[in-house]
Each structure stands twice: as structure tokens, then as C-alpha cells.
């Protein structure tokens, strides 16, 4: 019952061109659709619900929101219960909001990030399959990417002001929608304030993550790849297509993934993620990074900080 997994999101980006160009040829993402607004939408090749990225034309980067699928259209009346309850007001979207899409939940976090529930999405199929399928098709292009892994957003977080958007919207999240929280940044005098957060729906160690800075905004959206050789494949893809990479290839302490940041033509930061790292089971205790080694949480690495991973962000 519930939430299963990120169903997609959607990106305000301010040259379709490029950055259908990017998602495609960089990534490895395909174009499924495209509507009368101009908004074009992408899927994964292993992924089967009809599509996974939304890109809409803007005048500024950022996020419009991101989507989460649940088992059953029942779900969606209990869910908004208890999401009443909590005292977030709700809105249905009737099915045909979005294209291919049924009815759909929507509700602002308690960080302000527009949030949609949703149980049903067009079937389109893998592009290997269910029937005798090979482990990967011989289509792939760019890094080839097997579908959209998480996103993480960031959260105001003023503690002189009072202000913690972090704490706040991973309780909206644990108590009403049943995250699991599986990490998590501790900082401050006593390391007492929680900073960044990591929590699962699924069994991977994150399915969403929330991050303090100075505003609300997106920090990245991540893409699964299957091992650490797919990273740096992926590097050597973007350095081809001469893509602004923020982070070369290296691992994180927090989840144990090793990962390659990077930015889309409008600024949009971007993730290639591998490495389960563990399963999110339930009886799993929380690990806890102190304000003292966070950096090598964050770059297992070299431990240092890099401001403009924080900073920056649209």
C-alpha cells in the first residue's frame, strides 16, 4: 500500500533544443511525447510507465515538481486523509492533467516543493522487453542510463531564525507518507540539528533526499547506472559532448554510491548514480554523519568541502 517509487519530474528548462539534446544524447533518454504547450516528455529504456522526465519551456531553471507513484488509485483517498489530517491542504487533478496520466494528488511540502501522488501511468514497456529479454539493448546511446533513481531538494534552513525546513518537511514526509529515513547530517552545538536527510520507500538506501541551504530550490535529479565502469563511461560521454561537470567521478559516504555530478544546458545540476550501496530494510538503524566529518559523508574521497555543491542550485 502507498507510495512505491519516484514516478517523475518535472524541469522548467530555457532551450528545449538543447536540452532535449542533452537528455538524449548525453543521458540516453528517449522522447516519447510532446503536447501543444511545447512540453516534451522522456523515458529511460528500462523503465515501462510511458515517461519518467517532463521538460517544459522557461525563462528560468528549476523544478515545476516532481511525482511519486503509489500501488492503487485507492490509495490516493487515503493518502489525502491523512495528509489533511497532518494540515497540508490537497487538490485532485482530475486524469488528463498530465498526458497518459490518471488522477493525481497535489500538495506543497512543508519546503514548499509542489508534490503529486499518483497510481496510474500509460504502459509503454522496456525497450528489451518482458519476454526473453537481453540485459541490455543494442539502441543504447550516450551513458545510457536505466531510469530516474531519486531526486534531492533543498530545504530553507535558517537555525538562528528558527527555521528548519529539512526537519520539518522529513517528519511531514515519515509520518504521513511513510518514508523510511535512512540517513542523515547532524550539525551544530551538540550535533542537534538535522541538516540533510536521506529516505526510502523502496529497498534502495533513497528514493528522495532533503538538503539545508539558504533557499528552497532543486538540488539534483539522479539516474541509476549499473556499476562504477557505467560512471565513468558516463564522464567520458559528457566530456565528449562538453557538458559542465560539477563533480567528476567519486564516491559518496552517505549511501556508499559512487556518482558523477554534472549540469543540463539550463543549469539544472544532473546525477549518475550506481551502487546499491545496502538494502533500506525496515529494522535498519539510521546512520548519522556529525557536522564534523559531513564533508566525508558528502565526498567520501577527499573529505573537503566544496561550497558550490551547497550553493549552487536552480
Request: net charge negative.
Amino acid at each position: 500500500m502507498g507510495i512505491m517509487r519516484i514516478g517523475h519530474v518535472s524541469l522548467r528548462v530555457m532551450d528545449m533544443a538543447a536540452a532535449v539534446k542533452h537528455y538524449e544524447k548525453v543521458l540516453g533518454l528517449k522522447k516519447t511525447m510532446e503536447d501543444k504547450q511545447g512540453n516534451v516528455y522522456l523515458k529511460c529504456w528500462d523503465e515501462w510507465d510511458k515517461y519518467s522526465l517532463i521538460l517544459t519551456p522557461a525563462d528560468q531553471a528549476g523544478i515545476n515538481h516532481v511525482a511519486y507513484k503509489v500501488e492503487s488509485d485507492a490509495d490516493l483517498d487515503a493518502l489525502q486523509k491523512r495528509i489533511e489530517a497532518y494540515g497540508i491542504q490537497t487538490q485532485v487533478l482530475p486524469e488528463g492533467t498530465l498526458p497518459a496520466t490518471g488522477r493525481m494528488l497535489q500538495f506543497h511540502l512543508p519546503s514548499g516543493h509542489d508534490m503529486r501522488l499518483y497510481a496510474m501511468k500509460e504502459y509503454a514497456g522496456t525497450e528489451v522487453g518482458t519476454v526473453n529479454p537481453d540485459p541490455w539493448p543494442d539502441n543504447i546511446t550516450g551513458a545510457g542510463v536505466h531510469w530516474l533513481d531519486h531526486c534531492l531538494l533543498m530545504c530553507e534552513l535558517n537555525p538562528e531564525a528558527g527555521v528548519n525546513k529539512v526537519a520539518e518537511t522529513t517528519k511531514f514526509v515519515a509520518e504521513c507518507l511513510d518514508f523510511k529515513l535512512v540517513e542523515q547530517i547532524m550539525v551544530g552545538p551538540d550535533n542537534s540539528i538535522q541538516a540533510a536527510t536521506w529516505l526510502s520507500r523502496s529497498n534502495t538506501p533513497h528514493d528522495i533526499a532533503f538538503v539545508g541551504g539558504p533557499r528552497m530550490g532543486l538540488h539534483h535529479i539522479a539516474f541509476y547506472l549499473e556499476d562504477w565502469a557505467d560512471v565513468l563511461k558516463a564522464a567520458d560521454v559528457m566530456a565528449k559532448n562538453k557538458v559542465k561537470i560539477d563533480l567528476p567521478p567519486t564516491r559518496h559516504g552517505v549511501t556508499r554510491g559512487t556518482t558523477i555530478y554534472f549540469f543540463d544546458p539550463s543549469g539544472n545540476r544532473n546525477e549518475t548514480f550506481s551502487g546499491l550501496g545496502y538494502l533500506s530494510q525496515p529494522d535498519r538503524p539510521v546512520t548519522t554523519w556529525t557536522g564534523d566529518e559531513m564533508w566525508r559523508g558528502i565526498l567520501y574521497h577527499t573529505g573537503e568541502a566544496y561550497a558550490a555543491f551547497t550553493d549552487v542550485y536552480t
